[in-house]
C-alpha cells in the first residue's frame, strides 16, 4: 500500500526539480516574485500534479494482475496506495474554483494578472509570493490571497527531508489562507 502511494506521488517531486532548462527563481525559503519564470515553473508542476495519474495507474494495473493470479495482501495493498492518492486528485478540495485543485489554471491567471496589470496600492511594485499570499513588496498590501505552495525549487530543508514534505504535503502549503482578514478589509 505504501510502495502504491509512494509511486504515485514520485512525479510532483522529482519531475519539477529535473528540467532541461532550469528556470530563474530565487533560492528555496526566500518568496519568488511574480514573474514570467514563476508562471513557467507552475504549469510545470501542474503537469507533474497530473501525472500522478498515469503513474498511479501501473501499480493499479499491477495489483489488479497480482490479485487474478492468487489473493495476496500485496496485489490488494498496491490497490488501495494507489487508488487512495488517483481519488484524492480527482476529488476537488474546496468549491472555489482558485482553490478546488494545489496549482489550478485559475490561480495561473490571477498570477499572470497580477504580473501584467499595474497595482492597486503602489505605483512600482514587485509583486512577490509570501508564504501565506501574493504581497505587494512596497507596502505588503495583500494582492491574492493564496498560500504559497511548493514551487519545486530545491529544498533548504535537504533532499530527503525536503522530498518527504512534498509528498505527505502534496504540494500543498502549511499555511492557511487568510481569508476572512481580507473581507475584514474590504
Ligand atoms: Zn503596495
Redesign the pocket.
Known amino acids: 500500500m505504501f510502495f502504491g502511494w509512494f509511486f504515485t506521488r514520485i512525479p510532483l517531486v522529482i519531475l519539477p526539480r529535473i528540467s532541461i532548462r532550469s528556470l530563474d527563481l530565487v533560492n528555496h525559503p526566500n518568496p519568488p516574485e511574480i514573474n514570467e519564470s514563476l508562471i513557467l515553473q507552475i504549469l510545470r508542476i501542474r503537469r507533474a500534479y497530473w501525472a500522478s495519474i498515469p503513474f498511479g495507474l501501473i501499480p493499479l494495473v499491477l495489483g489488479v494482475i497480482m490479485l487474478n493470479q492468487s489473493p495476496s495482501s500485496v496485489g490488494f495493498g498496491l490497490i488501495v496506495g494507489s487508488s487512495w492518492v488517483i481519488l484524492s486528485r480527482i476529488v476537488p478540495f474546496d468549491l472555489d474554483p482558485m482553490f478546488r485543485f494545489p496549482y489550478s489554471m485559475n490561480l495561473i491567471h490571477e498570477l499572470n494578472r497580477i504580473r501584467v496589470e499595474s497595482?492597486p496600492?503602489?505605483s512600482s511594485?514587485n509583486p512577490f509570493w509570501a508564504l501565506d499570499s501574493v504581497r505587494?513588496?512596497?507596502?505588503?498590501?495583500i494582492l491574492l490571497d493564496y498560500p504559497r505552495p511548493d514551487l519545486g525549487r530545491s529544498r533548504i530543508d535537504g533532499w530527503l527531508w525536503g522530498s518527504l514534505r512534498v509528498m505527505i504535503l502534496d504540494g500543498h502549503s502549511l499555511s492557511e489562507s487568510n481569508m476572512p482578514k481580507n473581507s475584514e478589509e474590504e
Open positions: 497595482f496600492c503602489c511594485s505587494c513588496s512596497s507596502c505588503h498590501h
